[in-house]
């Protein structure tokens, strides 16, 4: 449908339209602003004059471009979204994304946030080599890294793709009731070095502790500035996981779990924190 080149509007065009917005934040909703880096930086100086403040999705490269980044915050970023994905190596390359290296994880972030702009990070749970180790290893890089937001999904094998065709004939498909597609209440394929319990509770465990006040203070702590863009945004996270994370769907009873919670003891049955019925 869409071809596999790199279309862009005239940046004048773009400019223009992004002047004529009355907000003062706006959002680019672009799957990688820096996909063309060169017309990229053509538009932040054209946006500039406007004084208005915007966020925007980039792949890792992003951060391996100094005058990118420094036109970007120039113009107006507070912040950019990173598709880190996970922080295991392997599963990187499983999945065809070895450009991002781990290893420069930390690199990247901290040169982004020299140029005052939080990061976002895209976190998937449920790669073929990820374990339940994999839970507090991430959690302990985006701590550390002073990392001010992030999202977290559970891997989704939509229907048509190649992950959904690998996993069909492998037997790894649990449901095909579509409307359990969505990332984030079920777990709707067989992982493969954890149970399907695991992952769910894994993933209630990163949002827990990652939006705890905990948490918050650290992340905040370390990050470079911009308390009153990242603050605001990561009471509203805490709220909305406390209001909404208990709609997880319950899983069924399992042995014990390994999994620490917030504070680094170890958790009881894997249904404690998923379980419906709980007010």
């Known amino acids: 449908m869409y071809g596999h080149g790199f279309r862009k509007r005239p940046v004048d065009e773009v400019a223009a339209e992004y002047g004529s917005f009355r907000g003062k934040k706006i959002i680019f909703w ?116 002073g990392i001010e937001n992030a999202t977290f999904n559970m891997l989704t094998p939509y229907p048509g793709t190649p992950l959904f065709r690998k996993l069909d004939v ?43 006040l905990p948490s918050v203070a650290k992340r905040l702590w370390r990050s470079p500035g911009q308390l009153w863009w990242t603050l605001p945004l990561n009471l509203a996270y805490v709220m909305s996981w406390a209001a909404n994370g208990r709609r997880v769907l319950a899983v069924p009873r399992a042995r014990q779990d390994c999994l620490p919670d917030r504070s680094g003891a170890r958790i009881g049955r894997l249904d404690r924190l998923s379980d419906q019925s709980r007010p």
């Open 30 to 145: 672009d799957d990688n602003i820096a996909g063309d880096r060169e017309y990229a930086k053509k538009l932040f100086r054209a946006i500039a004059p406007y004084r208005k403040w915007w966020s925007s999705q980039a792949s890792i490269h992003a951060g391996e471009d100094d005058e990118f980044l420094e036109e970007a915050a120039r113009s107006g970023c507070k912040q950019l979204f990173l598709g880190l994905e996970s922080v295991s190596q392997p599963s990187m390359d499983g999945v065809h994304k070895g450009f991002n290296r781990v290893e420069d994880y930390l690199r990247i972030v901290d040169r982004i946030h020299g140029h005052g702009i939080a990061v976002q990070a895209g976190i998937v749970f449920g790669f073929d080599h990820d374990t339940t180790e994999t839970f507090p290893q991430t959690l302990q890089f985006l701590e550390d890294a």
């Open 170 to 212: 492998e037997g790894r498909i649990l449901t095909r009731d579509w409307r359990k597609y969505n990332g984030r209440t079920d777990v709707v394929f067989q992982p493969k070095q954890m149970s399907a319990a695991e992952l769910l509770q894994g993933f209630r465990y990163a949002n827990e502790r990652f939006y705890s």
